[in-house]
């Protein structure tokens, strides 16, 4: 099975399998994985290592509009030394740049350095990817392509620049804002395209999207025209933004509530995943 395959017989098996976190009482919990080969390229320090990681796993907690309470981490790596430190160093930042805290973890010896993160947060409201009702606006947080944009830096030695992008603040206080309005909600980690399909499927309904993406200003840096800009922020993934659903009533007063800018790049519709009138294709980040 590939990794949608895998995660679509989990859902059948686990109830509370299927959103960016499973809710239990007022808690929601989430727990991710990262490895070296697939998830930190060639540059990354361990500082931000620890930042993105537990960064990951707020940004589930946010998706469903809760409290970020706390989070851990277990890191295994082929020895322990001044990287453990700056590791947690960059989980605590990332925990305190949204209220959370840092609570420690596990150790182990790995012949490649790999993270399993967990966080946790509390809400009374959650909300699911499955809300969403024809008529309502779709829209997204803050602005898209920002990892890609790193990933092209790391690449081209830029080493600073690119932690720098990789270093995103998880948005928590949007969701938290978001949420008693939001239908709908979910993180973008899987890239915008491959999220608006899941929220579709989720909400058995259509998505068309009509207006102009907000995409990161580092795009430019790396990308050759609009095209390129277009694409980067529609498929690459690992953002972690927020996607939502809004009705058009509520939509006006989110701009005054958010901690970021909130876009609306479309409506919900009856049925298929649509960009200016063509199919989307369901394409996106795949962990591998």
Known sequence: MDERAALEALGERVDAAG????????????????????????????YTAGWRAVGASLSDVAAMGAEARAALAVYAAPEFDDDLLAFVDGAHD????????????????????????????????????SGASVGEAVCVTGTLGRSAAALRLFEAGE?????????????????????????????ISDGLARSLHQMADASDCGISVTESLPIDESVAEVAGDERERRELGTF??????????VSEADLGALAEKSSVPVTRIGTVVEEGVTRDGEALPDRGYTHG
């Open 94 to 129: 990332v925990c305190e740049r949204v209220g959370a805290e840092y609570v420690g973890g596990d150790l182990d010896t790995h012949e490649e350095f790999t993270v399993a993160t967990t966080a946790m947060g509390r809400t009374t409201n959650p909300v699911f990817r």
């Open 236 to 245: 690459f993934g690992e953002d972690f933004e927020l996607l939502f659903t």
């Open 159 to 187: 080493t600073e620049r690119a932690n720098e992008l990789f270093q995103f603040t998880p948005r928590v206080a949007a969701g938290r804002a978001i949420a008693p309005v939001a239908s709908a909600m979910m993180d």
């Open 19 to 46: 959103d960016d976190c499973a809710v239990v009482g007022e808690s929601v919990l989430t727990t991710d994985m990262l490895h070296e080969k697939t998830d930190f390229p060639a540059g990354v320090t361990k």
